[in-house]
């Protein structure tokens, strides 16, 4: 009896206080003052039990005022599932008509106890289980009430609902178990009822929580339209349908065991034992589940489908990634769930002008290959009509009468084949998808699934054709890959061409002088040497870029002695600033990218022109311009053809720019460029400095061919 005072007493304390805490704030808001009369009555309930614990008596009264606080508790929950709703009359009617039929079975339990308190013994084989059933169904309902409101709770208000839904469902929880026991074992255990005062105070902080986290008093927003969705429908009749079982074996148990003489209680054990092994063994068949959505669909529903919630199905599906599972896998399964079957076939157009096997899920292995002009093809490239098996074997003559079709013996082989969906991609068959026969036989088929699987096989055929495109397109870079190197591989050769072909030309009227054949050697040796190297590169050998410190004064001394070895004019004049001018970079490629814009420049200058090559220092970059008195370019063709590779105005294949502006953006450099018709060019290159840069005085000009 101690221990029952001091139990509900903290639990009278604590709900005495949320409400006259609640009473303290404005009180136009009807679920908070719902919440406010549930607390009190849990007060008062609570306070009456202490009373009787430690005076006795009041026991009727108690009983009394156990289902009016249960009341009080619907009453609040119906408020706030009211606000989720759109406001109408037919709506605030269908609820004021539900919360009069919890009031007038609430009443009747009321009467039904003191009827048995008072010594009634009408039905007297079921005494005192009828009171214990009703607490259990009060009990049900007010946890299939809060796990409604929860549904229906948005996610940004979970936030400060979600430990309202919790308090109030625990409680109601620990109701059930408490009633269930009592029912079991007809009589109510002494130290469950001692823990409900503690239990039932424990929710009252859960509820402070939510208050705290200033909890919007409305499911939703004003005039939002909230729909009972077939998710709900299905997890609520589950819930229901669980506690009805559950009660009905706590019958089956009791009496199993008041029959079984001395073998009562191991009978009893075993049967509840069984009976909940089945349960289980229900939950988890997949066939059950699909019959319980068919009658859903049937009873509780106008359309079978929740569109809204098999659209984010299906395009979530499509967009795993997953890689056991490929996308052709995953379209499959995306419509195979709109219609609960197992498993599908995905057969494609391939360019041999047959529609092929492409991937298969849960369906056994098979090779198709069916012409694209069999009668199959053509009826769902024309109609795009989704066939039924069954329908097709009941009453060919539904799809005859529309044009030819005869179903191919590898179809109709199968006795589990169900439906074959068209992809259309636009006004194209794509393909289709074989669909075996869903596990819930009385699973119907209608025109509102051919709509849904239609329409789902057209995005599943656009998600295809995007796969197949992105494939198409990374096939075609890797080509376009190839064709660059090509290109890269081409102007190179083309430079040492023209070298050797420079010698070639001067060797009959210079062939005697030692000098000449000085430079016809240094010609041929530096060309062998880059085609080693290119080689190299092309065998995959030749790895990153051998990057060191270089002198750039020396660099561009080199690389005009490059370009005027066989007598090419205009020379360029290189002028150096005082300091030796150090960059960080592969000697090859920077001497052979310097070497082609004078050689550009060359080629646009007469050979009465002059070209300039400068070298300074500019803060942390090296200055390199190269400057003629060419042809120019103009503004547009600067901007829109000189960095194109493959445009040029020499009839050339058009990279050697753009391949040095792409190593200078390596170095972290940039290109620039400027220009003027009939005045000329220059190309400036900024290229960073190295950390080996010195102060070494050097100043080094070349202005004509014969002082190198």
């Not at 009359?89 to 539900?98: A, L």
């Not at 360019?351 to 849960?362: A, L, M, P």
């Amino acid at each position: 009896m101690f221990i029952e005072s001091i139990s509900f007493g903290v639990s009278t304390l604590l709900f005495l206080m949320l409400g006259l805490i609640m009473l303290t704030g404005k009180r136009d808001n009807l679920p908070k003052n719902m919440l406010v009369v549930a607390s009190l009555a849990s007060a008062v309930w609570s306070g009456t039990v202490t009373y009787q614990a430690a005076f006795g008596g009041l026991l009727s009264f108690t009983l009394l005022l156990e289902l009016l606080r249960s009341l009080a508790w619907f009453a609040f929950l119906l408020v706030m599932l009211r606000t989720a709703y759109k406001n109408s009359d037919q709506v605030n009617k269908n609820f004021k008509i539900t919360f009069a039929g919890l009031s007038i079975f609430i009443v009747g339990l009321m009467l039904l106890a003191l009827y048995r308190i008072s010594g009634g013994s009408l039905f007297e084989f079921i005494a005192g289980n009828d009171v214990l059933v009703g607490h259990l169904l009060i009990s049900i309902g007010g946890i299939v009430i809060v796990e409604q409101l929860y549904r229906n709770t948005s996610e940004e208000q979970r936030w400060g609902l979600k430990y309202l839904w919790i308090g109030i469902g625990s409680m109601f929880a620990y109701d059930f178990y408490l009633y269930s026991d009592a029912f079991l074992f007809q009589r109510i255990d002494n130290e469950l009822w001692n823990a409900r005062g503690f239990i039932h105070a424990m929710v009252v902080p859960l509820i402070g929580v939510a208050i705290k986290r200033e909890m919007q008093w409305s499911l939703g927003k004003e005039s939002i339209d909230v729909f009972l969705s077939r998710r709900m429908v299905f997890h609520t009749t589950t819930l229901l349908a669980s506690g009805v079982y559950l009660i009905f074996i706590g019958f089956g148990g009791y009496y199993v065991r008041e029959m079984g003489g001395g073998w009562g209680e191991v009978a009893q054990a075993t049967f509840m034992f069984a009976a909940f092994l089945g349960l289980a063994v229900l939950f988890f068949s997949g066939k059950i589940r699909a019959r319980i959505k068919v009658m859903i669909d049937k009873h509780f529903f106008h359309y079978k489908y929740d569109y809204r919630d098999e659209w984010l199905r299906i395009i979530r599906t499509l967009s795993q990634q997953n890689e056991d599972k490929t996308l052709h896998v995953r379209a499959i399964r995306a419509l195979a769930q709109i219609i609960d079957s197992p498993g599908g076939l995905l057969v494609m157009e391939r360019e041999n002008g047959f529609f092929e096997s492409d991937e298969r899920w849960n369906y056994e292995p098979i090779k198709v290959r069916e012409p694209a002009d069999s009668t199959l093809n053509r009826f769902l490239a024309d109609f795009r009509f989704v066939i039924s098996l069954d329908e097709y074997n009941d009453d060919p003559e539904m799809y005859t009468r529309l044009g030819p079709l005869v179903l191919p013996e590898w179809l109709t082989s199968n006795k589990n084949a169900w439906l074959v969906v068209p992809l259309m991609l636009q006004d194209h068959l794509l393909g289709y998808v074989v669909l075996l026969r869903s596990p819930a036989h009385e699973r119907y088929f209608n025109w509102e699934d051919s709509d849904l699987l239609k329409t789902a096989g057209r995005q599943v055929a656009s998600h295809l054709a995007q796969h197949d495109a992105a494939q198409a397109l990374l096939s075609a870079k890797r080509f376009e890959e190839v064709n660059r190197l090509s290109a890269f591989i081409v102007h190179d050769i083309k430079n040492m061409v023209g070298q050797l072909s420079m010698v070639v030309s001067n060797a009959a009227r210079h062939k005697d002088n030692p000098r000449f054949i000085d430079d016809a050697i240094s010609t041929v040796e530096n060309s062998v040497n880059k085609m080693n190297k290119l080689l190299v590169r092309l065998r995959g050998e030749g790895g990153a870029d051998k990057k060191a410190p270089l002198n750039l004064c020396s660099l561009l001394e080199e690389s005009i002695r490059t370009c005027t070895t066989a007598g090419t004019l205009p020379v360029p004049v290189l002028s150096c600033t005082t300091e030796a001018i150090m960059i960080t970079a592969d000697k090859d490629r920077m001497s052979a990218n310097i070497a082609h814009l004078i050689q550009n420049a060359q080629d646009a200058t007469d050979d009465s022109g002059s070209i300039n090559v400068r070298l300074r220092k500019e803060g942390d970059y090296a200055i390199v311009e190269i400057a003629d008195t060419g042809e120019g370019m103009d503004e547009k063709f600067i901007h829109d053809k000189l960095f194109q590779p493959f445009e040029s105005t020499k009839g050339t294949m058009g990279i050697g720019v753009f391949q040095v502006r792409e190593y200078v953006h390596k170095l972290g450099g940039q290109l620039d460029v400027e220009s003027q018709p009939g005045i000329g060019s220059i190309f400036r290159l900024r290229i960073p400095l190295s950390n080996q840069s010195s102060n070494t005085a050097q100043v080094v000009q070349l202005h004509e061919h014969g002082n190198r």
